[in-house]
Nanobody, 122 residues
Framework: QVQLVESGGGLVQPGGSLRLSCAAS????????MGWYRQAPGKQRELVAT???????NYADSVKGRFTIFRDNAKNTVYLQMNRLKPEDTAVYYC????????????????WGQGTQVTVSS
């Protein structure tokens, strides 16, 4: 019923920048929190950043000051601007959204994108 499609991953040198995008589509009534998570090989998935529908943000300590999350509510899209990238930022990045659909207005659910690879290497 809801699809999250990420784009913008790729290979970048240390110190470089990338912008990830995630567009939600489907039977959407409303979206509250949207966010980005990442999973490196052999590690658990971890929170990168979240943003509420009102614009309140939360960041992992490891990305504060380097990454910025923002969203376009009219387009149901969330972005992650990543600057000063480091090799340890290498991971698959997943988009997440807490969505109420028209048939589940009072029972929103978490949805995940398929993931996009970000590799930081020289």
């Amino acid at each position: 019923q809801v699809q999250l499609v990420e784009s913008g991953g790729g290979l970048v040198q240390p110190g470089g920048s990338l912008r990830l995008s995630c567009a939600a589509s489907g039977n959407i009534f409303s979206i509250s929190t949207m966010g980005w998570y990442r999973q490196a090989p052999g590690k658990q998935r971890e929170l990168v950043a979240t943003i509420t529908s009102g614009g309140s943000t939360n960041y992992a300590d490891s990305v504060k000051g380097r990454f910025t999350i923002f969203r376009d509510n009219a387009k149901n899209t969330v972005y992650l601007q990543m600057n000063r990238l480091k090799p340890e930022d290498t991971a698959v990045y997943y988009c997440n959204a807490y969505v109420a659909t028209f048939d589940r207005i009072l029972s929103p659910k978490n949805y995940w994108g398929q993931g996009t690879q970000v590799t930081v290497s020289s």
